[in-house]
């Protein structure tokens, strides 16, 4: 049977841990429970933001004097991405309408359309993800369905345009 690693600092701590709370009264211990829920969040945020330094936004971050977005790239007439100088959010325009993405949505969609699959399951993830996290888009994006060649167009120009860091 293989050793366990043994953290004798962690140990440690969870011992006096444990020692103390017996001596808490209710609102001692719901202080530290909040904190401990506190420091949790914070631990998630922290992978979060790591997950977010690993898309490619290099070209969005680049300035652009002018003040007009730092990226904007488009397939035909109908569609166009646009992002901030900061790289913290996009819009995506279609015809006349516009949807705003956060940098941490974009990841998401960038993840989406370069995960193994045929086109299809691509497009069905794509509108899963839309229907389950941004039923705001089909205001904006008309899609049909899952088949919808729009969501084909979408994709590709996401796919071809942002790129997730290795």
């Given amino acids: 049977m293989p050793k ?5 600092h ?8 444990r020692s103390l709370i017996p001596q808490l009264n209710d609102e001692g211990l719901a202080f530290l429970v909040e904190q401990a829920r506190v420091h949790l969040y914070n631990m998630q945020v922290d992978e979060l933001n790591k ?4 898309v490619n936004v290099a070209s969005a971050r680049s300035k652009s004097i002018s003040g007009k977005p730092a990226r904007s790239v488009s397939k035909g007439d109908n569609f166009r991405i646009d992002g901030t100088e900061s790289g913290s959010s996009y819009y995506l ?30 497009r069905e993830r794509l509108y ?25 167009t979408l994709a590709q120009m996401i796919r071809e345009n942002f790129r997730l860091r290795k």
């Fill in 51 to 54: 997950s977010a330094d690993a």
């Fill in 10 to 17: 962690w140990d440690a701590l969870a011992r006096e841990l």
């Fill in 93 to 122: 325009h279609y015809k006349n309408d516009d949807a705003m993405f956060s940098r941490f949505e974009m990841i998401r969609l960038v993840k989406i359309v370069n995960a193994p699959g045929t086109d299809m399951e691509i």
């Fill in 128 to 152: 899963n993800w839309f229907d389950r996290e941004r039923r705001d888009i089909f205001a904006v994006l008309p899609i049909s369905g899952k088949a919808d060649t729009r969501l084909r």
């Fill in 4 to 8: 366990k690693k043994v953290n004798t």
